[in-house]
């Protein structure tokens, strides 16, 4: 799109009238030279705002104030992500120091609190000291002071009344209410977004354009503890993104849909509108996987609301929503028959062909997300660079992945998010064991990480394997191993999930044509009697694409692999649309519900 010739009329008017003011008022026959640098200088400046506003479209549906809102956002984030970055490599050069001041600026906080007391936190004077004073802890050291925070007392383990108990997502055990602040949500965005959206940036030059993004996300639903204070995910939210929302192809009212399935629908529909997208985003891999499966599945009547301009009444909508969303579209019959031609030629590719100006996939693809990431990669965004920015949890970010362009997932540990110490993993099972410091840990090793954060938890094992694959300036880069409660392990062998996914995908390439779309695997002592009295063993479900109905001489191939050992391995049936987006074969009852599990890497 060109932008429209009243904006540089406009300003070239508005030069030449602060100039003839400038005349007329002193009376002069020519501009004294300050009014008329003036009047240049605007008349440049708004040229040049024109023509770099110009240049970073790719459509025409956009109104001036949309434009000039996201320009202005877009390049104040951008400045403040170069200022991060910079800050980031002045940090890793002074690894140690950075370390130091970030566990002494969160002790001295917290220093007047219950549990600061307790633990002398006023005389604590280095790293050293703390580590001497405060012993390694797990979730129950927390319990029931978390607990007391919730009942409504002040001061316990933190300095200031919490935003909301943060739940963990219990993928390997227990779900865990953790403490969500002011400062861990600031030290996401500085540390974490701002950096990345550089390094985004830097690594795709055409990112930096207006083009809207499609962001896969959702309202959760919150609960209130005893003294109002909001308990649920700590996951990127409409709510915490409300002022982000103009940057998104779904508009504000679709996120007071409370069903998932019809906000997804309706973020489909939307996206679907705008030729433009420029970027398709989400927290996980999967979640962008699964959007495309519902595409896969309901593009027909999807078509069918573009071409019409209403929503579809399969939708439970109150009326004021739909009246909100229905104004905000009309009857589009052209972009209507370029999707169905689109759809019509197959899927392999499609979100380039959907949207010919898509430049990114921005979302975690590590971890359980690895399986989505590769399938997406090879099928529905064909073609589409993925960046997988961070390495994050409940408990707060733990690392930027700097290198977006290469295929491993390494991420560099931001010194000043957490205080981090390091638990060799040979000595995970030791009663008390010794950690090492940022600037002690060896390249090639794996360790459990223990992290202090802004939160309230100190010298807290997370449960995470992560490997050092290197240092950037003195700081380590690592990969997401395992999660420690999160092995197999029916006679002591330990399997994680890792090795467990490379194995399966071995054992499934033994099928001419089968793709493996989903997976899960439980313990045979998780089932109970259910499954009779055989020896203990892995219970497969596999869910398969280019195969179904598996003969008995198909399974036996996988048994016989020498890979893994399935006494019991079950094929399920492929997506079907449902409320439940994390493994949809769930909500219809093909799945034991103990029987699912997957290590989660958190983006906000």
């Not at 207006?210 to 996951?235: C, D, H, M, V």
């Not at 301009?309 to 370029?338: C, F, H, W, Y």
Request: glycine share 8%; with cysteine.
């Amino acid at each position: 799109m060109s932008f429209p010739w009243i904006y540089a009329a406009l300003a070239f008017g508005f030069a030449v009238f602060s100039v003839a003011i400038a005349v007329n008022g002193n009376n002069l026959a020519m501009p004294p030279a300050a009014p008329a640098v003036v009047g240049v200088c605007a008349l440049t400046g708004m040229f040049l705002l024109w023509r770099d506003i110009s240049s970073k479209l790719k459509g025409d549906q956009r109104t001036w104030g949309s434009l000039l809102g996201q320009y202005a956002a877009v390049k104040a984030v951008g400045l403040l992500g170069r200022r991060q970055r910079r800050k980031l490599d002045l940090d890793t050069v002074k690894v140690k120091e950075a370390q130091e001041e970030t566990l002494l600026k969160r002790l001295r906080k917290n220093a007047d609190t219950c549990y600061g007391r307790q633990y002398n936190f006023s005389s604590i004077k280095d790293s050293e000291a703390f580590r001497a004073l405060h012993p390694i802890t797990t979730y129950e050291h927390y319990r029931e002071l978390i607990q007391r925070i919730a009942s409504g007392e002040q001061k316990v383990i933190i300095a200031e009344r919490p935003l909301i108990l943060a739940m963990t997502s219990g993928t390997s055990g227990p779900s865990a209410m953790l403490l969500s602040t002011k400062a861990t949500n600031a030290e996401f965005f500085l540390q974490g977004v701002a950096v990345c959206l550089d390094v985004m940036r830097e690594a795709f030059p055409e990112t930096d354009s207006l083009q809207r993004t499609a962001k896969l996300f959702y309202t959760p639903t919150f609960r209130q503890s005893e003294a109002g204070i909001p308990i649920g995910p700590n996951s990127s939210t409409p709510a915490s993104s409300r002022h982000m929302l103009n940057l998104y192809t779904t508009p504000a009212p679709a996120f007071e849909v409370p069903s998932e399935k019809d906000t997804l629908y309706l973020h489909l529909l939307f996206a679907l509108k705008d030729p433009t997208v420029g970027t398709l985003e989400s927290n996980f891999a999967s979640t962008v996987f699964y959007a495309f499966a519902a595409l896969q599945e309901r593009w027909q009547e999807l078509v069918e609301d573009v071409h019409s301009g209403k929503i579809s009444n399969s939708l439970s909508l109150e009326p004021k929503v739909r009246t909100s969303l229905e104004a905000l579209m009309k009857p589009d019959p052209q972009r209507a028959a370029q999707l169905r031609a689109h759809f019509q030629g197959g899927f392999s590719g499609i979100a380039k062909r959907l949207w010919p100006h898509l430049h990114l996939v921005l979302a975690v693809d590590s971890g359980s997300n690895q399986i989505y990431g590769e399938m997406l990669r090879e099928h529905y965004c064909k073609g589409v660079p993925f960046y997988s920015p961070f390495y994050a949890a409940t408990e707060g970010l733990i690392g930027v992945n700097l290198w977006p362009q290469e295929s491993s997932r390494r991420y560099l540990l931001c010194p000043r998010s957490m205080f981090c110490e390091f638990l060799p993993e040979s000595s995970l099972e030791e009663e008390t064991p010794r950690t090492l410091l940022m600037e002690q840990v060896k390249q090639g090793e794996s360790y459990e990480l223990i992290v202090t954060n802004a939160s309230g938890l100190y010298r807290y094992r997370m449960g995470d394997v992560v490997k050092v694959v290197g240092f950037y300036n003195q700081c380590p880069m690592v990969e997401f191993q395992y999660r420690r409660g999160q092995m197999l392990s029916v006679r002591g062998e330990k399997v994680s999930e890792a090795l467990f996914l490379g194995a399966l995908k071995k054992a499934v390439d033994q099928w001419p044509g089968a793709q493996l779309v989903d997976y899960s695997c439980a313990e045979s002592g998780i089932l109970g009697d259910s499954m009779g009295g055989s020896d203990p063993h892995y219970q497969v479900f596999v869910e398969l694409k280019g195969v179904r109905n598996l003969t008995e001489e198909q399974r036996h191939k996988v048994r016989g692999t020498g890979y893994i050992f399935f006494p019991f391995f079950k094929e399920i049936l492929p997506f079907s649309w449902c409320d439940c987006c994390v493994f949809p074969s769930l909500s219809a009852g093909r799945l034991p519900a103990a029987a699912l599990g997957g290590v989660q890497i958190f983006p906000h």
